[in-house]
């Protein structure tokens, strides 16, 4: 006899279930290979992750607002229309 759809869906739950539970198992062992690693070799983020920007350690400078014409008020260019 073929298995029913409803007794795959079963099954399928049951394994997403035993899956997660392996993968949370697992992480841990994973994460603390990885902090040894990175202590014992010195390893810095942007060697990790080299395509991430740091922060500038300059703020950005926004635009300057725009006089209207006609006007001698300024408008933001967040408050444009």
Known sequence: MDTTYAELLKKLKALEQQTEAARK????????????AIATYDIRAEELYPDLQKPSAKPRKGRRPQKVEGSEAEISPKRKM
């Open 25 to 36: 198992r697992e992480i841990k062992g994973v994460v603390a290979r990885l902090r040894e």
